[in-house]
């Protein structure tokens, strides 16, 4: 069943630049209702001026994915001004480079905090309105490094592996009720946390890919053959754990 989206709600976290910016100027012109979140409120509220100037309804809020109070306040902000949610993004994140002998575990905890625990305290605290619209979905930016970790870079790429985890136990979890998961692989990005290298994919090659992966249904995108060329080896484990977990959930063997 493809995915209309005409007047759907969409929630964006990361959205002042990036995939995140190209993901709601995406979910703009595909006609969705937008509600925007970033910490860098000038920038946040020039692409909300930019998208109200062509007729898209949006909610722009300064958030720190980080803080629990902000996380709240967003999720309430949602439910008053929509009354519902169809698809979450989550796409905030930060990328702190160190040898993962000698990185201090303040950075790992900081990497954790914004990639990992803040995106799982967020989704559950949309689930209530995306379980009540018949078909929904979230949506994590995740990374081709979740496949493979690289040298410089152990306590990023830790965190994105270990937000696939979180994103396919609640894929078997989720799949009754009407919302389905998204895990978005990009490769190099040029992005402010990447920078612009010269083989890097632009931030609106990435979100045209998530907006059709969406659109077709698939419960993963790997964003280019050298991602998709890493998960060919996962993928088929991970079709068989699924499978799998569905019959012990059926059987009541798992909650």
């Not at 925007?36 to 909610?59: C, P, Y």
């Not at 958030?63 to 698809?87: K, M, P």
């Not at 895990?183 to 632009?202: C, E, I």
Request: aromatic letters at 6%; charged letters at 25%; glycine letters at 8%.
């Amino acid at each position: 069943m493809r995915f209309e989206w005409q007047g759907k709600v969409a929630l964006v976290t990361g959205a002042s630049s990036g995939i995140g910016q190209a993901l709601a100027r995406g979910l703009a012109r595909r006609g969705c209702k937008l509600a925007l979140a970033a910490r860098r409120s000038d920038r946040l509220e020039a692409l909300a001026a930019e998208l109200k100037a062509q007729g898209v309804e949006v909610l722009a809020q300064a958030c720190d994915v980080t803080v629990d109070a902000d996380r709240a306040s967003l999720a309430r902000a949602v439910e008053e001004r929509f009354g519902g949610l169809q698809l979450l993004s989550n796409n905030a994140g930060i990328l702190l480079k160190g040898l993962a002998g000698q990185e201090p575990l303040e950075a790992f905890r900081r990497n954790m905090e914004t990639n990992y625990f803040a995106p799982i305290d967020l989704t559950q605290r949309c689930l209530p309105m995306l379980r009540r619209s018949p078909r929904s979905w979230v949506a994590f930016t995740s990374s081709g490094l979740a496949l493979r970790s690289t040298p410089g870079l152990g306590a990023y790429c830790a965190t994105k592996s270990a937000l696939e985890a979180y994103a396919e136990s609640l894929r078997a979890e989720e799949q009754g009720r009407g919302v389905r998961v998204l895990v978005l692989r990009p490769d190099l990005t040029a992005t402010d946390m990447v920078g612009t290298k010269r083989t890097a994919q632009s931030p609106e090659q990435v979100a045209e890919k998530a907006l059709k992966a969406l659109q077709a249904g698939r419960g993963t995108c790997n964003c280019t053959w050298r991602v998709a060329l890493l998960a060919h080896i996962h993928e088929p484990l991970r079709q068989a754990l699924d499978w799998g977990t569905q019959r012990l959930m059926k059987k009541g063997y798992l909650p």
